[in-house]
């Protein structure tokens, strides 16, 4: 045991001890009083009435939590947002894509699906697991779409590390190209298959 919390123990033993009268005529003593007297009221209140009044508080509670819940529900039906669909989450990405190498990787991940369904749409085939290189016969992008493409599909952006200093240039990655690229490049990849049936 620690000396100080030995010695802090001792001494309020010691002081319980000296003061007990004061601590029983100041303290206790009151303390007794008042509960001897409220014991008084309440037996001399009829039990009914206690009861009655009991009801009443727990009709009371009932009704204002039934009455807070009604008005949250209708705030909740006012104010909830409805959830963005796919083109809609697409388009908040593409407009945070300025601001971070996430948001362009999201992009170009969702590209990159969308360049993977349609390659396996085109062969007649179940898509590829992932990890797979997107190509397939008549799949010929641009290089630096078919980066675009395969970074966001097959990468992470955390394969492009930046620099924690805002001054320091920073190392281009196959994600700074501008979506537009791949997605008029995977257009008129669909453009083709419906001209060829």
Same mark, same amino acid.
């Given at each position: 045991m620690n000396r100080r919390l030995l010695f802090a123990i001792l001494l309020a033993g010691a002081l319980a001890y000296l003061l007990r009268g004061f *601590?029983?005529?100041?303290?206790i003593q009151p303390l007794i009083? *008042?509960?001897w007297i409220v014991r008084l009221y309440y037996e001399a209140f009829p039990q009914i009435f206690l009861w009655i009044a009991l009801l009443v508080g727990v009709f009371l509670m009932q009704a204002a939590s039934l009455i807070t819940e009604s008005k949250s529900r209708g705030r909740e039906a006012i104010h909830r947002k409805q959830a963005a %669909?796919?083109?809609e989450?697409?388009?908040g990405w593409m407009e945070g894509a300025p601001r971070g190498l996430y948001f362009k990787w999201l992009v170009?991940?969702?590209l990159g699906k969308l360049a993977r369904a349609l390659i396996a749409f085109q062969s007649?085939?179940?898509p590829k697991p992932t990890w797979e290189p997107l190509n397939a016969p %008549?799949?010929?992008p641009p290089r630096e779409v078919a980066a675009y493409l395969e970074s966001g599909v097959n990468g992470s952006f955390s394969d492009?590390?930046?620099s924690r200093w805002p001054f320091q240039k920073q190392n281009p990655t196959p994600l700074d190209i501008d979506p537009a690229q791949a997605i008029d490049y995977i257009e008129s990849q669909m453009e083709k298959d419906q001209a060829n049936r």
């Amino acid at each position: 045991m620690n000396r100080r919390l030995l010695f802090a123990i001792l001494l309020a033993g010691a002081l319980a001890y000296l003061l007990r009268g004061f *601590i029983e005529e100041s303290l206790i003593q009151p303390l007794i009083y *008042i509960f001897w007297i409220v014991r008084l009221y309440y037996e001399a209140f009829p039990q009914i009435f206690l009861w009655i009044a009991l009801l009443v508080g727990v009709f009371l509670m009932q009704a204002a939590s039934l009455i807070t819940e009604s008005k949250s529900r209708g705030r909740e039906a006012i104010h909830r947002k409805q959830a963005a %669909g796919p083109v809609e989450s697409l388009a908040g990405w593409m407009e945070g894509a300025p601001r971070g190498l996430y948001f362009k990787w999201l992009v170009a991940n969702r590209l990159g699906k969308l360049a993977r369904a349609l390659i396996a749409f085109q062969s007649r085939r179940e898509p590829k697991p992932t990890w797979e290189p997107l190509n397939a016969p %008549g799949w010929d992008p641009p290089r630096e779409v078919a980066a675009y493409l395969e970074s966001g599909v097959n990468g992470s952006f955390s394969d492009y590390p930046r620099s924690r200093w805002p001054f320091q240039k920073q190392n281009p990655t196959p994600l700074d190209i501008d979506p537009a690229q791949a997605i008029d490049y995977i257009e008129s990849q669909m453009e083709k298959d419906q001209a060829n049936r």
